[in-house]
């Protein structure tokens, strides 16, 4: 694969580096990624993959050329492996690819699978923004939705986290749980800000084709609450975090001023990554690259010094235009139309003519300046706006 023909072009950013660590201590019902439930110690063999996939990524053309601003460790739950493997990996990491000046260096978490000394080991290590995995803190919703941690494992790594000195932290919560009320959700919120996070992620749960939770709300044995309910559950959501000083600055996501995530705002100004590990996805400049999903595979290919990818795809002009007004729209500056007329030499009003001038009609789309944005009515209904933009 000649990545020395793919150029930098104008206005795109510094890319970031994605790790994908598929293990877990248990699969949670709800979850349709790409994680493997792991009773035992995971295997080491495959961070070892991951290092090497890493050496030979690095030192392509396109990876020579950029240096990076961002590394997100996810899965998963990378913490299920020890501090010390972690710990080497990122020693690896950035001693293979170039990085910028204070680049953000996320890694994911499960409350359950930090410890004081590990949190303290990855902090050295150079890990300045920590994502913990809370969902909820009712126990009683946590063990409907078969979570593996308490709310004291959530708040106790909370302290553990500040005390190891990261004071960027990220909280993800979901609504829209089995059995959850407007109450339950208030009083999840109001626990998370008196812990005084620089950034929460609260998602909208997703009933995922092929999952338990799917099986479930199909045979009535699971009950969700309805859109009136949800409609609440996100307006209250909302009123309480502004009213304690957090931006919404994407459909999901709060951040204090000057914490929004860095890695996922190039996702969502459809920037330039790396992806390594099994299922991971890299698009480098267009060219859209996915792994085999299956962590061994993915471990014995890039031992055996072969390419681990299962797909490969390089996007068109038109394609890549439409992925980043579709990924643009999702933030709540929008999506800015000099940026995407530099990029492509394409513009919203002239690509997609009678389309747009019905959604802006309708009040779902608002020209706002130099940004294009979904309207606050058409927030709550995001994906089927989106969906007229494929």
Not at 21 to 42: E, M, N, Q
Not at 318 to 344: D, H, K, Q, T
Request: glycine fraction near 8%; proline fraction near 6%.
């Amino acid at each position: 694969m000649n990545t020395a023909l793919i150029t930098p072009e104008s206005g795109e950013g510094p890319p970031g580096l994605y790790i994908h660590i598929p293990f877990c201590r248990s699969k949670c019902g709800y979850c349709a990624f790409t994680s493997y439930p792991c009773l035992d110690a995971p295997p080491a063999d495959y961070l070892a993959a991951v290092e090497r996939e890493a050496a030979r990524m690095a030192a392509s053309p396109w990876a020579q050329a950029r240096q990076f601003a961002t590394l997100f460790i996810g899965g998963g739950t990378p913490t299920i492996y020890e501090a010390e493997e972690l710990a080497g990996m990122l020693r690896t990491l950035r001693s293979s690819f170039v990085f910028v000046d204070q680049a953000e260096i996320t890694v994911e978490a499960n409350p359950n699978t930090v410890t004081p000394e590990k949190l303290a080991t990855l902090r050295a290590a150079g890990v300045n923004r920590l994502s913990l995995g809370v969902q909820s803190f009712s126990d009683r919703l946590l063990t409907a939705i078969g979570r593996s941690h308490t709310q004291a494992e959530a708040m106790a790594a909370i302290q553990a986290a500040r005390a190891a000195g990261f004071d960027n932290l990220n909280l993800d919560l979901i609504y829209g749980l089995p059995g959850q009320t407007l109450a339950d959700l208030r009083e999840s919120l109001v626990i998370a800000l008196e812990c005084f996070p620089e950034h929460l992620a609260l998602y909208e749960l997703m009933v995922e084709p092929g999952t338990p939770l799917a099986r479930g709300v199909e045979e009535g044995r699971i009950t969700l609450p309805d859109d009136d309910r949800m409609a609440e559950m996100e307006s209250m959501a909302q009123e309480l975090l502004a009213a304690r000083g957090y931006q919404r600055y994407e459909i999901a996501n709060y951040a204090r001023p000057g914490y929004e995530c860095r890695h996922n705002l190039n996702y969502w100004h459809n920037g330039s990554y790396v992806g390594l590990g099994a299922s991971s996805v890299s698009c480098l400049s267009g060219l859209r690259l996915k792994s085999v999903a299956d962590p061994a595979h993915y471990a014995s290919l890039v031992e055996a010094g072969e390419a681990p990818y299962t797909e490969a795809e390089a996007l068109g002009l038109e394609a890549r235009f439409r992925e980043s007004v579709i990924m643009g729209l999702r933030l709540l500056e929008g999506v800015s139309l000099p940026r995407l007329a530099a990029r492509f030499g394409l513009t919203p009003q002239a690509y997609y003519g009678t389309t747009l001038e019905r959604l802006v009609e309708r009040g779902l789309l608002v020209f706002s300046g130099d940004f294009m944005r979904l309207s606050d009515q058409a927030l709550p209904v995001a994906h089927q706006v989106l969906a007229e933009l494929v």
